[in-house]
């Protein structure tokens, strides 16, 4: 591959021979970088490749070892993030950093007020931020606590923030990882509208169609060293994604037919009601075969998340029955996760963060989270820390977490290895019933391949998987049947021989096309 050429444009950001470690792990190792400004460039790289903490140096998050950073082609010593802002940088992380029971508007002037009185502040931010939602198609309402609003319409806020204090570069770390379809298409058409005004725009993603469809350029990291800068309009994802992971990567999943047997799991006019009084799921029925692997589509917030809620064990069942390995819970007959967990259903939650980990244990400690009372994990009065230690060492390599130290704080891994953990944590127990939501989100390629690879192997070994995705793509590549969710309903079943993106699309916006109409009035008669 041919190496991106110097010409004689002007940069917005260098850096020259950047270094920085962690204690033994050399995150990023003699890195050079040019971006040009008034352009979109991708930065990709597997995770744990040192994307995050190189963004991180130039947002003065970190300081580098060794190296130097120029800004608008002068040398700028970024000490933190306030000399970053004071140069023009901004910074949208993968994870928010919102006050959630502040309005939108008071997070965008918080540490930014100007003078004593502030209603002036106030009064000055609202006219500025309306003139930069009109001017970017950056609308979000002003006055709305952050906790009300969508993940979209909290990243909107976040860009505003970064533009309201000047930002002219703007730094964006997986921003589609928790983005609906429909959210990430207007996130481009944003960035599209910024570089027209010419800002520069940084995404870090592990997203190659992204990269291919909205990046001028892109970068590539493996191992914390810079291997490859290309023109986008020169390269293709399958060139990427062996730059990234440093051999050729399979993009498709390459499954054979499934067997399915007899029924693991049957849900029976399952309805749940939130506590403000909103009707959540609606007389929702299908079943789960062993040895095969249905896939739940929709828009995230149609009624997904409660599902698996409630097949989990952790939202209590009102209306309706789960079966489930020959045993049947309705609202007279509740089970706890734990008990769930001890009738064979494994639950990898959509949210690693809320639901799957706690950030300050150590990666043994998450590694054992729901399962630590296994015999394995106990000696005759204590818990046996050795066997602890030692189980996680065999899973962290088997599963290619980086890196592999079991007494590394759990915050201390990117998300992509984080997810890792999870999922190894729970497809390790071999369960006859596998919940799976979101299993991808925020993973590199090559990670993807391997959990990819390891839900097939799930379902050849004959265990039922329910798996939950708002990425299309691996749901019409990994379900063998396919489920729509609108509003809480399942408006419809399609077969994955039938399944594209436009009749999906549809039946996510509770439009079922003709052919499907037809497929189910043959199913019924």
């Given amino acids: 591959m041919t190496a991106q050429t110097d010409v004689a444009v002007q940069m917005a950001i260098e850096l020259r021979g950047i270094d920085k470690r962690f204690g033994a792990v050399h995150a990023n190792k003699n890195i050079d970088l040019k971006v040009e400004k008034g352009t979109i460039h991708g930065i990709v790289g597997e995770n744990g490749a040192g994307k995050s903490t190189l963004m991180s140096i130039i947002y003065g998050f970190y300081e580098a070892d060794k190296g130097e950073i120029l800004i608008d082609e002068k040398v700028t010593k970024i000490s933190d993030s306030k000399v970053a802002i004071a140069s023009g940088i901004g910074m949208v992380h993968q994870h928010f950093m919102l006050i959630q029971n502040f309005t939108a508007l008071e997070n965008v002037i918080l540490g930014a007020e100007s003078g004593m009185m502030l209603n002036v502040s106030m009064e000055k931010a609202r006219k500025e931020l309306t003139r930069l939602a009109s001017e970017y198609g950056l609308d979000v309402p002003l006055d709305v606590p952050v906790e009300q609003l969508s993940v979209g319409m909290q990243q909107r806020i976040e860009i505003l923030k970064a533009l309201y204090r000047g930002a002219r570069i703007l730094i964006l770390d997986e921003p589609t990882g928790v983005l609906t379809p429909q959210e990430a298409e207007h996130l481009f058409k944003v960035l599209a509208a910024l570089k027209e005004q010419g800002n520069t725009v940084i995404i870090i993603t592990h997203k190659l169609q992204e990269i291919m469809a909205v990046t001028d350029n892109v970068s590539i990291m493996r191992r914390g060293e810079m291997v490859g800068h290309v023109k986008t309009a020169e390269t293709n994802r399958e060139q990427l994604a062996e730059l990234m992971v440093g051999r050729k990567v399979l993009l498709r999943v390459n499954k054979t ?51 698996l809620e409630l097949l989990s064990g952790i939202k209590n069942i009102q209306h309706g029955s789960i079966e489930v390995s020959g045993k049947t819970l309705d609202e ?23 639901m799957g980990l706690v950030n300050s244990f150590a990666a043994d400690e998450a590694f054992i989270l729901g399962y630590h009372r296994n015999d394995v994990y106990n000696a005759k009065l204590l818990m046996d820390q050795a066997a602890i230690k030692n189980d996680c060492a065999e899973k962290m390599e088997k599963w290619d977490v980086r890196p592999q130290d079991p007494k590394l704080k ?13 999922i190894a944590r729970e497809m390790e127990q071999s369960p006859d019933v596998l919940l799976v939501g979101q299993p991808t989100r925020g993973v590199d390629i090559g990670a993807i391949e391997s959990i990819h690879n390891r839900i097939i192997e799930m379902r050849d070994a004959g265990k039922a998987v329910l798996l939950v995705s708002v990425e299309l793509e691996e749901i019409m590549s990994l379900a063998d049947r396919i489920l729509v969710m609108f509003d809480g309903k399942i408006v419809g079943e399609v077969p994955t021989d039938v399944a594209n993106e436009q009749i999906l699309g549809l039946m996510m916006a509770n439009i079922v096309p003709d052919e499907v109409k037809a497929l189910q009035k043959e199913a019924h008669s």
Avoid: C, M, Y
């Avoid at 047997?261 to 749940?272: D, E, M, P, Y």
């Avoid at 509740?334 to 008990?339: F, I, M, R």
């Avoid at 759990?410 to 999870?422: E, I, M, R």
């Fill in 410 to 422: 759990t915050a201390n891994f990117s998300g992509g290895n984080q997810q890792k953990l999870v």
């Fill in 332 to 354: 007279n007959h509740q089970l706890t996760p734990s008990e769930v967990r001890d009738i064979g259903v494994a639950h990898i939650p959509e949210d690693r963060h809320k």
């Fill in 257 to 307: 037919e499934a067997k399915p047997a007899g029924t693991l799991l049957k849900v029976n006019n399952l309805s749940w009601t939130d506590s403000a009084g909103v009707l959540r799921l609606d007389n929702v029925n299908f079943n789960v075969r062993a040895g095969e692997i249905v896939g739940i589509a929709g828009v995230s917030g149609n009624g997904q998340s409660e599902l």
